[in-house]
Nanobody, 115 residues
Framework: QVQLVESGGGLVQPGGSLRLSCVIS????????LGWYRQAPGKQREWVAI???????TYRDSVKGRFTISRDNARNTLYLQMNSLKPEDTAAYYC?????????WGRGTQVTVSS
């Protein structure tokens, strides 16, 4: 059973930065397209950024130019560098596979952007 462990969230002021990490316990991580998702209170979970198994990234419009997704297959880890954070980025952030039924969701990591 695949386990997803997200970390790196916290409280940050608008304009600040955070780097999220997700350790994924799966063999051959390099084979999978992976993504970061987020869910704000009272809202549906939405995708934020995707990286293919060929390292091609895609971002939702609201985070383009501010967030960078990357992966380290040797460390079984997915990253999300978040810069110029805005209050509307406040949410619980999750990682998961893309393009197939999701693995069991992890606990996520909370990001709160507030002055």
């Amino acid at each position: 059973q695949v386990q997803l462990v997200e970390s790196g969230g916290g409280l940050v002021q608008p304009g600040g930065s955070l780097r999220l990490s997700c350790v994924i316990s799966v063999k051959m991580l390099m084979m999978y397209d992976l993504g970061w998702y987020r869910q704000a209170p009272g809202k549906q979970r939405e995708w934020v950024a995707i990286i293919t198994n060929g390292d091609m990234p895609t971002y939702r419009d609201s985070v383009k130019g501010r967030f960078t997704i990357s992966r380290d297959n040797a460390r079984n880890t997915l990253y999300l560098q978040m810069n110029s954070l805005k209050p509307e980025d406040t949410a619980a952030y999750y990682c998961n596979v893309v393009g197939q039924p999701p693995w069991n969701w992890g606990r996520g990591t909370q990001v709160t952007v507030s002055s």
